[in-house]
């Protein structure tokens, strides 16, 4: 089945720790992107990646890196230095950076 | 930056009834996508809207691109049990120079329906 495979579903942290949230396509779009949301707001940008080998900060970057050395994966770590990772993290995919993006099901990260 | 506002933040209606929702933002966008996101599940998109003044339909729900390319709305005629979720609209500026084409969400409005 084509889509966007998100892993683990649930992942908890202890404080201090580094974490690594995995989003993997099948679609062979060339962007993709993770989002956090945090109830009763929308989704928030994280990070995005128009190409291989290449990536941008979006709105709420810090605290956050990824990586893309592979076309078909874009894994997100969350940081010690992120203060508050609580959260239900997205990862989306698109054709290219214009075309409406499609969402994998979603990790809900938790602090110990 | 951009911003947009998407009401009613939440819903509870009855089986059966219509429901509308709308988003306006500050700024143009040049699509207007609304997706609808269930509990635990990522947001599917449910219809994308390139042009002003566009009336696109999907089903049960129908979705309008504003003339002035600041606003969304959609209806859900009919509505039943399985409508229940959270409707996202997202406005999507076109990429120009080294800017893609950024989402940008409204806060979500939540549908309950009463069987």
């Known amino acids: 089945d084509g889509g966007i495979t998100q892993s683990p579903k649930y992942l908890f942290r202890k404080e201090g720790q580094n974490v690594t949230l995995s989003c993997e396509q099948n679609?062979?779009?060339?962007?993709m992107y993770w989002y956090r949301q945090d109830p009763g707001q929308g989704l928030r940008l994280i990070y995005y990646s128009q190409i291989v080998n290449d990536f941008q900060k979006g709105d709420i970057a810090e605290g956050y890196s990824v990586s893309r050395e592979k076309k078909e994966s874009f894994p997100l770590t969350v940081t010690s230095a992120q203060k508050n990772p609580t959260a239900f993290y997205l990862c989306?995919?698109?054709?290219?950076?214009?075309?409406?993006?499609?969402f994998g099901d979603g990790t809900r990260l938790s602090i110990l | 930056g951009q911003q947009l506002n998407q009401s009613p933040q939440s819903m509870f209606i009855q089986e059966g009834e219509d429901v509308s929702m709308n988003c306006t933002s500050s700024s143009i966008f040049n699509t207007w996508l609304w997706y609808k996101q269930e509990p635990g599940e990522g947001p599917v998109l449910l219809i994308a809207l390139y042009k002003a003044g566009e009336l696109t339909s999907n089903g049960r729900l129908t979705a309008q691109f504003g003339i002035t390319r600041k606003d969304s709305f959609l209806n859900i005629s009919a509505s039943i049990p399985s409508d229940v979720g959270i409707y996202f609209c997202?406005?999507?500026?076109?990429?120009?120079?080294?800017?893609?084409?950024?989402?940008?969400f409204g806060q979500g409005t939540i549908l309950t329906v009463h069987p």
């Open positions: 989306a995919s698109s054709i290219d950076g214009n075309q409406p993006q499609h």
């Open positions: 997202a406005g999507q500026s076109s990429a120009g120079g080294t800017s893609y084409g950024k989402l940008t």
């Open positions: 679609l062979n779009h060339d962007a």
